[in-house]
Structures are given as structure tokens and as C-alpha cells.
């Protein structure tokens, strides 16, 4: 009889243990159900915020003009034009070796907004300095694929060395579409040029032109690789060719207050 009286008190503290335990798992789990809805809220946050700002459009130019320094530019308020204009992601800025020219490569948010700068700013910028200008627009989405592949800038960030020169290249052949070109075949080889530290791949928008823009260490390195082997490799589309070879460390400054992806984190 006490026996069962005992067992008979002893349930509502079994119970209350229990109903503890249970209220305990759930708030674990609810804890870790409300962590992971935020990690996963951050990682779609941060894939969207980088879709936004993935370049759709790159624009090169030049324009001809030769100064001594790069700072006799009047890069800061330049900046501040180019900063205004409508789809502007960033800009790396150019020094002509040699040349002394100025120019930039820049990265838009779409083809269109890339071909109104071209036709409505840049030209009333050349006029501004009264010299001739070059300029090109290339289709970043069909070349994004190949560009990762040489660990371009523009999409997978800052090598962990500051480029000391940029090159510049066109060739005068059309390859249409560009993912059906040797691209494939020709990073392999790239990679193993001397100081080359990435590229971004191009595509010709209207003519299905490819070129790029390669960073390597040194000066030295970038006119070695243009004078020795991409004339070979030109050679073998049967084509003329462009190549241009500029300074990065006279440009890191200002290229940096445009959110280059050489220099930004």
C-alpha cells in the first residue's frame, strides 16, 4: 500500500521533469532553426547584393594624349564625373608605358548603360582635353565562364599581389558565339606565362572581337608577354592584333577611389 501510494507521488515530478525536457528540445530547436534562417537570409543577401553588382558590360578607352606624370590628370574630379553616370560600377584606371596616354577599363551593369557612357560621356570628356579618344564595349555575361577560369578581378576579387602593370589586347577576328571559341584551350597556356596574375576575358559587343585585360606582376613581365608570345598567339587566328601595355603603380591611388577590383576588398 505505501509502496503504491510512493510510486503514485512521484508521477507528477516525472511528469514535470519531462514536460521540461520537452520545453527545453523545443527551445533548441527553435534557436537553431531561427540560426540558420539567418545564415541563410545572409548568404541569399550577400549572392543577390553580388548579382546586382556583377558586371554585364566593360568598357576600355584611351585617350591620346601623352603626360608626364599621371598625376598632372585631373583624376580626383574625373573620378567625380565618371562616379555620376548611370550604371557606373567601377573603374581601373590606365598610364600608357611609353605613351604616357591616359585611359580606364570600367565594368557597367548593362550594355546599355556601357553604350550611353561611350556615345554621351566620354566624348564630351575627350572634347574637354581636346584630343582624339578610343573606346570599346565588350560583353561581360558571355565571358564571365572564362574570365573565373583565369581568376579575373572582376569576379573572384583582389589577387593577393597588387599588379604592377596591365596589358591590354584585340584581336582583329570574330568569334561568335565566344563560348564556342579555343578559350579553353588558351587558358591552359596563358597560366603559365610569366608574372601573370589574372584576366578578364572579352567579347566584342556588335563585332564578336576577343581580347582582354591581363594584370601581371611587373612592367618587365607584361612587355615580355607582348612582344614574345601573344604575337605568336595571334598568329595563329591568321589576324592583326591590339595590345597595349600600362603602368599599375602609378594609377593604384586613383584607380583604388574607384573601387578597382585590383585594389578593393
Same mark, same amino acid.
Given at each position: 500500500?505505501?509502496?503504491?501510494?510512493?510510486?503514485?507521488?512521484?508521477?507528477?515530478?516525472?511528469?514535470?521533469?519531462?514536460? =521540461?525536457?520537452? =520545453?527545453?528540445?523545443?527551445?533548441?530547436?527553435?534557436?537553431?532553426?531561427?540560426?540558420?534562417?539567418?545564415?541563410?537570409?545572409?548568404? #541569399?543577401?550577400?549572392?543577390? /547584393?553580388?548579382?546586382?553588382?556583377?558586371?554585364?558590360?566593360?568598357?576600355?578607352?584611351?585617350?591620346?594624349?601623352?603626360?608626364?606624370?599621371?598625376?598632372?590628370?585631373?583624376?580626383?574630379?574625373?573620378?567625380?564625373?565618371?562616379?555620376?553616370?548611370?550604371?557606373?560600377?567601377?573603374?581601373?584606371?590606365?598610364?600608357?608605358?611609353?605613351?604616357?596616354?591616359?585611359?580606364?577599363? &570600367?565594368? $557597367?551593369?548593362?550594355?546599355? *548603360?556601357?553604350?550611353? $557612357?561611350?556615345?554621351? &560621356?566620354?566624348?564630351?570628356?575627350?572634347?574637354?582635353?581636346?584630343?582624339?579618344? +578610343? /573606346?570599346?564595349?565588350?560583353?561581360?555575361?558571355?565571358?564571365?565562364?572564362?574570365?573565373?577560369?583565369? /581568376?579575373?578581378?572582376?569576379?573572384?576579387?583582389? %589577387?593577393?599581389?597588387?599588379?604592377?602593370?596591365?596589358?591590354?589586347?584585340?584581336?582583329?577576328?570574330?568569334?561568335? @558565339?565566344?563560348?564556342?571559341?579555343?578559350?579553353?584551350?588558351? *587558358? @591552359?597556356?596563358?597560366?603559365?606565362? @610569366?608574372?601573370?596574375?589574372?584576366?578578364?576575358?572579352?567579347?566584342?559587343? *556588335?563585332?564578336? +572581337?576577343?581580347?582582354?585585360?591581363?594584370?601581371?606582376?611587373?612592367?618587365?613581365?607584361?612587355?615580355?608577354?607582348?612582344? #614574345? &608570345?601573344?604575337?605568336?598567339?595571334?598568329?595563329?587566328?591568321?589576324?592583326?592584333?591590339?595590345?597595349?601595355? $600600362?603602368?599599375?603603380?602609378? %594609377?593604384?591611388?586613383? /584607380?583604388?577611389?574607384?573601387?578597382?577590383?585590383?585594389?578593393?576588398?
Amino acid at each position: 500500500m505505501n509502496t503504491t501510494i510512493s510510486k503514485l507521488a512521484t508521477r507528477p515530478k516525472k511528469l514535470k521533469l519531462t514536460l =521540461q525536457l520537452v =520545453q527545453t528540445v523545443l527551445i533548441s530547436l527553435a534557436l537553431v532553426l531561427a540560426f540558420y534562417t539567418m545564415n541563410v537570409t545572409a548568404a #541569399e543577401s550577400a549572392e543577390q /547584393s553580388a548579382n546586382d553588382t556583377k558586371p554585364k558590360a566593360f568598357v576600355y578607352t584611351e585617350l591620346q594624349i601623352s603626360v608626364s606624370s599621371f598625376n598632372d590628370i585631373p583624376w580626383q574630379k574625373v573620378n567625380d564625373n565618371i562616379k555620376q553616370q548611370p550604371g557606373f560600377i567601377n573603374k581601373t584606371w590606365l598610364y600608357g608605358v611609353g605613351n604616357h596616354s591616359g585611359g580606364g577599363f &570600367y565594368a $557597367f551593369d548593362s550594355i546599355e *548603360n556601357a553604350q550611353k $557612357f561611350v556615345t554621351e &560621356y566620354f566624348p564630351e570628356e575627350a572634347k574637354g582635353f581636346g584630343v582624339a579618344q +578610343t /573606346s570599346r564595349i565588350f560583353d561581360a555575361d558571355v565571358t564571365e565562364e572564362a574570365s573565373r577560369d583565369m /581568376s579575373s578581378a572582376h569576379y573572384i576579387g583582389n %589577387t593577393e599581389r597588387k599588379p604592377g602593370a596591365y596589358v591590354y589586347t584585340e584581336v582583329q577576328v570574330q568569334v561568335v @558565339p565566344f563560348n564556342e571559341g579555343p578559350w579553353r584551350e588558351i *587558358n @591552359p597556356t596563358l597560366k603559365q606565362q @610569366p608574372g601573370l596574375l589574372s584576366k578578364t576575358w572579352l567579347s566584342g559587343f *556588335n563585332t564578336g +572581337t576577343p581580347g582582354g585585360l591581363y594584370a601581371f606582376d611587373t612592367i618587365e613581365n607584361a612587355q615580355k608577354f607582348v612582344l #614574345e &608570345y601573344y604575337p605568336t598567339a595571334a598568329k595563329s587566328f591568321n589576324a592583326a592584333f591590339y595590345t597595349r601595355v $600600362f603602368d599599375a603603380n602609378a %594609377t593604384e591611388a586613383a /584607380s583604388g577611389a574607384m573601387n578597382s577590383p585590383f585594389y578593393s576588398n
